[in-house]
């Protein structure tokens, strides 16, 4: 069975950090593009972060751009996110997905065009 598992999240201060893990079974990631997403209560998920199957393109939404950063280990069959200076705006769930189409530039694919997801990993951010 295909399986994404997110990990990481937790409760932390404005300012502090976390990485998230998005671990994978019965695929290999190698030949994926990467999304992270996340949904805060009574809003739509959206777009976080997106890394190409061969690492070489990248993608940040403007509002975390700076302070989160994307990688992957091959080796591993994870991808992670680690989030740095995190804002109270950052609470949410985060998901990881899978896509074999497109990248992470101009042929970034939608949302609904992902084809597995994890059951995503909670994320505060308070004082």
């Known amino acids: 069975q295909v399986q994404l598992v997110e990990s990481g999240g937790g409760l932390v201060q404005p300012g502090g950090s976390l990485r998230l893990s998005c671990a994978a079974s019965g695929l290999t990631l190698t030949y994926y593009t990467i999304g992270w997403f996340r949904q805060a209560p009574g809003k739509e998920r959206e777009g976080v972060s997106c890394?190409?199957?061969?690492?070489?393109?990248?993608y940040y939404a403007d509002s975390v751009k700076g302070r989160f950063t994307i990688s992957r280990d091959n080796a591993k069959n994870t991808v992670y996110l680690q989030m740095n200076s995190l804002k109270p705006e950052d609470t949410a769930v985060y998901y990881c997905?899978?896509?074999?189409?497109?990248?992470?530039?101009?042929?970034?694919?939608?949302?609904?065009?992902?084809?597995?997801w994890g059951q995503g990993t909670q994320v505060t951010v308070s004082s």
């Open positions: 890394i190409s199957s061969s690492g070489r393109s990248t």
């Open positions: 997905a899978t896509d074999l189409v497109g990248g992470c530039g101009r042929n970034r694919r939608k949302i609904d065009e992902y084809n597995y």
